[in-house]
């Protein structure tokens, strides 16, 4: 199985950013998706998960701004970053979730400037 993560950059506050994360070599249906970020010296930390049926749940400080969403056809998951604070600034991983093993993405950098 591998993960191929995209849509990293520079961008400044207030301004969008979208990443996408492609699963490949496997036909079994993942149970769940999720996007992670980590800040330089913090631990990795939750962003946004959504589920095989598309439930979804987000951390309080991207709720409203962020959306996560998912193409099971082309077994994808997407995080749409609006309103982009500096603190939102990251690397961000992608993991899938089947029922024989967690995998994640290499990461993307997303870093917002003031």
């Known amino acids: 199985v591998q993960l191929v993560e995209s849509g990293g950059g520079v961008v400044q506050a207030g301004e969008s950013l979208r990443l996408s994360c492609a699963a490949s070599?496997?036909?079994?249906?993942?149970?769940?998706m999720g996007w992670y970020r980590q800040a330089p010296g913090k631990q990795r930390e939750l962003v946004a998960t959504i589920t095989r049926t598309g439930s979804t749940n987000y951390a309080d400080s991207v709720r409203g701004r962020f959306t996560i969403s998912k193409d099971n056809a082309k077994n994808t998951v997407y995080l749409q970053m609006n309103s982009l604070k500096p603190e939102d600034t990251g690397v961000y991983y992608c993991?899938?979730?089947?029922?024989?093993?967690?995998?994640w993405g290499q990461g993307t950098q997303v870093t917002v400037s003031s």
């Open positions: 993991k899938f979730s089947w029922n024989f093993a967690d995998y």
């Open positions: 070599g496997t036909s079994f249906t993942v149970n769940t």
